[in-house]
């Protein structure tokens, strides 16, 4: 089994930054293994935010392009999220989610099937 455990969300206003953990833990070898944060917004469905290679490749949806960086220390277990210049669009449950897997020539990002519990971001107004 894996867990994943999130934090770093919460209020924020228009134009903020908020930076989100992922601390994995139990039977995965973290530094070997893809990592990915997704989000799913009221009434939608889950998405792909972000995904990184276990060498640090990474991927972006385009709607975080320019405003978001994903980033791991694998030292710690740790995947992180740095969200800038947020939009009241990007209010969501963020999901951590690996060891997933990546598709080198596409540079892409695949999920696996665990899941953390998710945080709250939620970006005002």
């Known amino acids: 089994q894996v867990q994943l455990v999130e934090s770093g969300g919460g209020l924020v206003q228009t134009g903020g930054s908020l930076r989100l953990s992922c601390v994995a833990s139990g039977n995965i070898n973290f530094r070997r293994n893809a990592m990915g944060w997704y989000r799913q917004g009221p009434g939608k469905q889950r998405e792909l935010v972000a995904g990184i290679s276990s060498n640090g490749n990474t991927n972006y949806a385009d709607f975080v392009k320019g405003r978001f960086t994903i980033s791991r220390d694998n030292a710690k277990n740790t995947l992180y999220l740095q969200m800038n210049s947020l939009k009241p669009e990007d209010t969501a449950v963020y999901f951590c989610?690996?060891?997933?897997?990546?598709?080198?020539?596409?540079?892409?990002?695949?999920?696996?099937?665990?899941w953390g519990q998710g945080t709250q971001v939620t970006v005002s107004s």
């Open positions: 989610n690996g060891p997933g897997g990546w598709n080198s020539p596409t540079s892409t990002y695949i999920a696996s099937a665990y």
